[in-house]
Nanobody, 129 residues
Framework: QVQVVESGGGLVQSGGSLRLSCVVS????????MGWFRQAPGKEREFVAA????????YYTDSVKGRFTISRDDAKNTVYLEMNFLKAEDTAVYYC??????????????????????WGQGTQVTVSS
């Protein structure tokens, strides 16, 4: 059974940094497209970043490009989301997700919540202004 567990959230001042971690149990990361999503209060869950199965191709939503970095450590079966220059509008619950399908994917697929098979419980990130 695959489990996805996030950690690393917290309270940080505007301009600060946080690193979120996502541990995936069950299979090696190279079998999954990994994504980060977030949901702010009163808003729908949205795509933040993703990393291809090879680990070579990162994808980001425009609002975090240049500030967030997605990466992974295969030895630890862990995906990271390094968040720098945080803004108040980054405040949200951040979710990690894994997609087990092996087919060809495009940007629409990567950003779609329904593409992912396994989800974590979320970790709260609060940025104070």
């Amino acid at each position: 059974q695959v489990q996805v567990v996030e950690s690393g959230g917290g309270l940080v001042q505007s301009g600060g940094s946080l690193r979120l971690s996502c541990v995936v149990s069950g299979r090696t990361l190279s079998r999954y497209l990994m994504g980060w999503f977030r949901q702010a209060p009163g808003k729908e869950r949205e795509f933040v970043a993703a990393l291809s199965r090879s680990g070579e191709n990162p994808y980001y939503t425009d609002s975090v490009k240049g500030r967030f970095t997605i990466s992974r450590d295969d030895a630890k079966n862990t995906v990271y989301l390094e968040m720098n220059f945080l803004k108040a509008e980054d405040t949200a619950v951040y979710y990690c997700a894994a997609d087990r399908s092996l087919g060809w994917v495009d940007l629409d697929y990567i950003a779609r919540q329904s593409s992912y098979d396994y989800w974590g419980q979320g970790t709260q990130v609060t940025v104070s202004s």
